[in-house]
C-alpha cells in the first residue's frame, strides 16, 4: 500500500479525484460550497503525500502549499460573509498580493531593478486577467470549472515540461481535485454558492503561484503563461446549448484542454528535455 501511494500517478490523479468526487456527492446536502471543501482535502491529502508532513524549512514550494489550501479554505468558509462585507474583491486582490510577496520577495530581491518591475508587472497581470476571465464565466458552473480544469492542468503539465516535477505534481493534483468536484456536478447538477467573486480564489491564486514559481525556480518561458491566461476567456465564447451536464461540461472543457496540452507539448519541445517525471 505504501508504494503505491508513492507513485506519482496515484498522488496527483486517482487520489485526488476520487476524494474530490466522494465528498462532493457526500457534501452537496449540507453545504453551498461541497465542492470547494472536497477540493481542499484532496488536495490537502496529495500535498501531504508529495510534499510530506514537515513544513521546515519554510521553501517557495512549501508556502505555496500553505497557501493554496488557505484559499481553497476561505474560499469555502467565508463567501457570504465577505459579499455581505462587500469585501470580495479587495480581499481576493490583497490576498492574491500577499501571497506573491511572501513567496518571491527573497528571490526577486536578489535581483536588478528592471527585473523585478516586469516579474511584478507580469505576475500582476497574469492575475488580473485570471481574475477579469473568471468574473465572465462564475455564473455559469460548467464554464467556470471547465476553465479551471483546463488552467490547472495547463500550469501542472507546463510545470513538469519545465522540469520542475514537484511544482507539476501540485497543479496535476489540484487539476484531478478539481477534475472529481466537476463530475459530481455533471452527476447531481449541484453548482452550490459559486456565483460569489471569492470562490474563484483558489481558480486564480493556484495557477498564478505555480506558474511565476515554474518561471522562476524552473525553465518555463514567461510567455508560456500568456495562452494559459486566456484560457477562462476562451471557454466562456464556446456556446452551451445542450440540455444534457454532460454535453455542457465537455464543451466548456475543450478549449482549456487544448490549450493546455497545446502549451504543454510547447514547453517541452523548447526545452530540449525530457519532463520532470
Same mark, same amino acid.
Given at each position: 500500500?505504501? @508504494?503505491?501511494?508513492?507513485?506519482?500517478?496515484?498522488?496527483? +490523479?486517482?487520489?485526488?479525484?476520487?476524494? !474530490?468526487?466522494?465528498?462532493?456527492?457526500? %457534501?452537496?446536502?449540507?453545504? +453551498?460550497?461541497?465542492?470547494?471543501?472536497?477540493?481542499?482535502?484532496?488536495?490537502?491529502?496529495?500535498?501531504?503525500?508529495? @510534499?510530506?508532513?514537515?513544513?521546515?524549512?519554510?521553501?517557495?514550494?512549501?508556502?505555496?502549499?500553505?497557501?493554496?489550501?488557505?484559499? &481553497?479554505?476561505?474560499?469555502? %468558509?467565508?463567501?457570504?460573509?465577505?459579499?455581505?462585507?462587500?469585501?470580495?474583491?479587495?480581499?481576493?486582490?490583497?490576498?492574491?498580493?500577499?501571497?506573491?510577496?511572501?513567496?518571491?520577495?527573497?528571490?526577486?530581491?536578489?535581483?536588478?531593478?528592471?527585473?523585478? =518591475?516586469?516579474? +511584478?508587472?507580469?505576475?500582476?497581470?497574469?492575475?488580473?486577467?485570471?481574475?477579469?476571465?473568471?468574473?465572465?464565466?462564475?455564473? @455559469?458552473?460548467?464554464?467556470?470549472?471547465?476553465?479551471?480544469?483546463?488552467?490547472?492542468?495547463?500550469?501542472?503539465?507546463?510545470?513538469?515540461?519545465? !522540469?520542475?516535477?514537484?511544482?507539476?505534481?501540485?497543479? %496535476?493534483?489540484?487539476?484531478?481535485?478539481?477534475?472529481?468536484?466537476? &463530475?459530481?456536478?455533471?452527476?447531481?447538477?449541484?453548482?452550490? @454558492?459559486?456565483?460569489?467573486?471569492?470562490?474563484?480564489?483558489?481558480?486564480?491564486?493556484?495557477?498564478?503561484?505555480?506558474?511565476?514559481?515554474?518561471?522562476?525556480?524552473?525553465?518555463?518561458?514567461?510567455? =508560456?503563461?500568456?495562452?494559459?491566461?486566456?484560457?477562462?476567456?476562451?471557454?466562456?465564447?464556446?456556446?452551451?446549448?445542450?440540455?444534457?451536464?454532460?454535453?455542457?461540461?465537455?464543451? =466548456?472543457?475543450?478549449?482549456?484542454?487544448?490549450?493546455?496540452?497545446?502549451?504543454?507539448?510547447?514547453?517541452?519541445?523548447?526545452?530540449?528535455?525530457?519532463?520532470?517525471?
Amino acid at each position: 500500500m505504501d @508504494n503505491l501511494l508513492d507513485r506519482p500517478e496515484v498522488q496527483s +490523479a486517482l487520489l485526488p479525484f476520487v476524494i !474530490a468526487l466522494v465528498l462532493a456527492l457526500g %457534501l452537496r446536502k449540507l453545504t +453551498a460550497t461541497a465542492w470547494l471543501w472536497a477540493m481542499f482535502a484532496a488536495f490537502t491529502l496529495s500535498a501531504l503525500l508529495i @510534499n510530506g508532513l514537515t513544513l521546515t524549512p519554510l521553501t517557495g514550494t512549501r508556502k505555496i502549499i500553505l497557501l493554496i489550501g488557505g484559499a &481553497l479554505f476561505v474560499a469555502a %468558509l467565508l463567501p457570504g460573509v465577505l459579499a455581505r462585507l462587500r469585501l470580495q474583491r479587495p480581499f481576493t486582490d490583497l490576498f492574491c498580493l500577499l501571497a506573491l510577496g511572501w513567496v518571491f520577495s527573497a528571490v526577486v530581491a536578489r535581483m536588478q531593478t528592471l527585473q523585478i =518591475a516586469m516579474i +511584478a508587472a507580469g505576475a500582476v497581470a497574469f492575475a488580473f486577467t485570471l481574475q477579469l476571465s473568471f468574473e465572465r464565466v462564475i455564473v @455559469n458552473p460548467a464554464r467556470l470549472h471547465g476553465a479551471g480544469l483546463g488552467l490547472l492542468l495547463g500550469v501542472g503539465l507546463a510545470a513538469t515540461a519545465a !522540469a520542475s516535477a514537484l511544482l507539476g505534481q501540485l497543479g %496535476l493534483a489540484l487539476a484531478a481535485a478539481c477534475g472529481g468536484a466537476y &463530475l459530481a456536478w455533471v452527476i447531481t447538477g449541484a453548482s452550490g @454558492n459559486a456565483k460569489q467573486l471569492v470562490v474563484t480564489l483558489p481558480y486564480v491564486l493556484a495557477p498564478l503561484l505555480l506558474g511565476v514559481a515554474s518561471v522562476l525556480f524552473a525553465r518555463l518561458p514567461w510567455y =508560456a503563461l500568456i495562452p494559459l491566461a486566456f484560457i477562462p476567456l476562451a471557454a466562456s465564447l464556446v456556446p452551451l446549448k445542450f440540455e444534457s451536464r454532460f454535453a455542457r461540461a465537455l464543451v =466548456a472543457s475543450l478549449p482549456g484542454l487544448v490549450i493546455a496540452l497545446a502549451t504543454a507539448f510547447w514547453v517541452w519541445k523548447s526545452s530540449g528535455s525530457a519532463s520532470g517525471y
